[in-house]
């Protein structure tokens, strides 16, 4: 269990603009710049260590979703254990901290029957953020400390919060930049298409992973969250150094799957949407020795 000692505030003291950051998951839970707000954390989200913070930026890592063999929690242990912080800072340019997850202090969400139970694998996860008043950069880093090369997803999943509730207005809350994506859409499970969406809008449930055309790597992406709260996102991804394609998730559970979350209040799904960028696509293995980084740019 972890306590509010766990929660640490982030101040860039030149401009004012401010983060909070959980021990618990590295999770960023909050970017302040000016009067705004750019993070959402649902008001029943759990903040004592009992399970993943529901809302800010949780870490997925090493899988996406359900497993695909033996048993492992929904999106990985990395958002399920307590991570050690590492050190911070505050100069001029922008202020930050690193937290670090050693494979041998992962207390949950390994499951069973898999890998990473069996511990064939090892790794040292950092999580870096960074701010200032005009953006805020997160940024999680693999590496592969054993002997044996895994296969990994890793994602940021970014809760934003959506100003004046306006999450189911068209006008006004709609994600661009993904266009000539090809998309799985998890709640239709219709056969996957190049979406030709100039802007994505939430007209019920939103569970859609967007895999980049060949060639493209990084993502920029606009999300408009309400009126006068639009944010421009860039994700980047390196497997040693070389770029990665980075797909992403755009995500709101809508009034059935809100009233499911026990974590979620049943009307929240009107203040927010999760667009997260991840190294999702293909088939990525980390060889012993090698280090993997996903990063996302979230400019106010
Ligand atoms: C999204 C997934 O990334 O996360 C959804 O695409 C999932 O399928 C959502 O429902 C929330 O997941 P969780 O485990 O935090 O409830």
Known sequence: MSSN?????????????????HAFGATVLSYTTGNREVIFVSKLAKLDGSKPVRGGVPLV????????????????????????FLDSYDTKESAGARY????????????????WANEKYDCTLVCTLDCNASQVTTSLEIQNTGSAAFP??????TYYSVAGKAALQPGKCFVSGLAGYT???????????????????????????????????????????????????????????VALPIS?????????????????????????????PGILKDSV????????RLTQHIKV
């Open 152 to 157: 990994f997803q890793a994602l940021l999943h």
């Open 61 to 84: 890592f090493p899988i996406f979703g359900p497993p695909k063999s033996g048993t492992m929690p929904q999106h990985g242990f990395a958002r399920r254990n307590r991570w050690t």
């Open 5 to 21: 000692d766990d929660i640490r505030t982030i101040t860039h003291t030149a401009s004012g603009a401010a983060c909070k950051i």
């Open 285 to 292: 293995v980390l060889d012993p020795g090698k280090t993997a």
């Open 183 to 241: 998309v799985a859409d998890k709640v239709t499970k219709a056969a996957e298409t190049v979406s030709d969406a100039e802007a994505i809008t939430i007209t019920g449930e939103v569970d859609r992973v967007y895999d980049p055309p060949n060639g493209t790597t990084s993502a920029n992406v606009r999300i408009h969250a309400g009126e006068g709260a639009s944010v421009e996102l860039t994700a980047t991804g390196t497997l040693d150094d």
């Open 248 to 276: 992403c998730v755009v995500w709101n559970p809508f009034i059935e799957k809100a009233k499911g979350l026990s974590d979620f209040g049943d009307e929240e799904y009107f203040e927010m949407i999760c667009v997260e």
């Open 100 to 115: 670090e997850l050693k494979f041998c202090d992962v207390k949950d969400g390994l499951g069973d029957s898999n890998d």
